[in-house]
């Protein structure tokens, strides 16, 4: 059961009196549990807005109690609930409000977030929803959905029905449209996409093999913190290509 925070986040400049510690010391209180661990994890936590360490003088990073425990917690969501950091972010504003938190039961994902584990206890299976329901969810005619269908852009999973991210998929597509994006312009990106997660693919592979369940639970984790990191990653390059083509 998670505890409610004793504190929130530590900001500011550090002062002598306090019990702060550095990124590496933190790093070895968490491997005992997370042997998966990382200090770039923990940076990038940190730059997602869910720890704030504070600062020294000269910069260096110095982590409360209070800090690890909120590390820790964020790192037992992501291995035992498989929750995205939105999640994790929005129950641990819940409990510093001092508010129960539901969490999925250890060892599966939350249905309305990814689905259950299959049963050879490999990869989780994804929520899925029909065709008519991807179709009120993303307010769209069922002509453009066959359109966005025979260009790529969406399809069926194995088994029937589409994955819940198809939603936002068909929710963007459309809205692209509006601008004069028309299907045949979003090939090359989702061409460009199935490439890239491709390679994150590969980067988790051998963790998602691993026999130890934690492990591979740890794969599910960091592929998604490396899709959020590729996401960012892409947008900042779009940014950038249009500002240079707009001076």
């Known amino acids: 059961m998670l505890r409610t925070p004793t504190g929130g986040a530590g900001s500011g400049t550090a002062t002598a009196g306090d019990r702060l510690v550095s990124i590496g010391t933190v790093l ?4 005992d549990e997370f042997p998966e661990v990382t200090i770039s994890k923990i940076r990038f936590l940190e730059a997602e807005g869910l720890v704030e360490p504070r600062r ?23 291995r035992d609930h498989y929750l995205p950091l939105k999640v994790i972010r929005e129950h641990l ?3 510093a409000r ?3 938190v539901s969490l999925p039961a250890p060892g599966r994902r939350g249905e309305l977030l990814d689905g259950p584990w299959e049963q050879d206890g490999e990869r989780p299976t994804a929520a899925r929803i029909g065709r008519a329901e991807l179709l009120a969810a993303a307010e769209v005619t069922e002509a453009e959905l066959a359109e966005w269908e025979a260009f790529g852009l969406l399809a069926e999973v194995r088994g029937g029905g589409y994955d819940a991210e198809a939603v936002t998929v068909a929710r963007l597509v459309a809205d692209l449209g509006r601008f004069g994006l028309e299907p045949r ?8 996409a199935d490439r890239e997660a491709g390679l994150l693919e590969q980067m988790v592979a051998p ?3 691993h026999r130890n369940p934690q492990t591979r639970a740890h794969a599910e984790a960091t592929a998604k913190e490396l899709a959020e ?3 960012r990653l892409h947008a900042a390059f779009v940014q950038t290509a249009l500002g240079i083509r707009l001076q």
Do not use: C, W
């Open 185 to 192: 312009h979003l090939r090359g990106v989702k061409a460009a």
């Open 207 to 209: 963790l998602r093999r």
């Open 98 to 100: 001092g508010e129960q």
């Open 229 to 231: 990191l590729s996401v």
């Open 56 to 78: 020294t003088a000269s910069g260096y990073r110095k982590f409360s109690p209070q800090d690890v425990e909120r590390l820790a917690q964020i790192l037992r969501m992501q």
């Open 28 to 31: 070895n209180q968490l491997r």
């Open 93 to 95: 504003d819940a409990l």
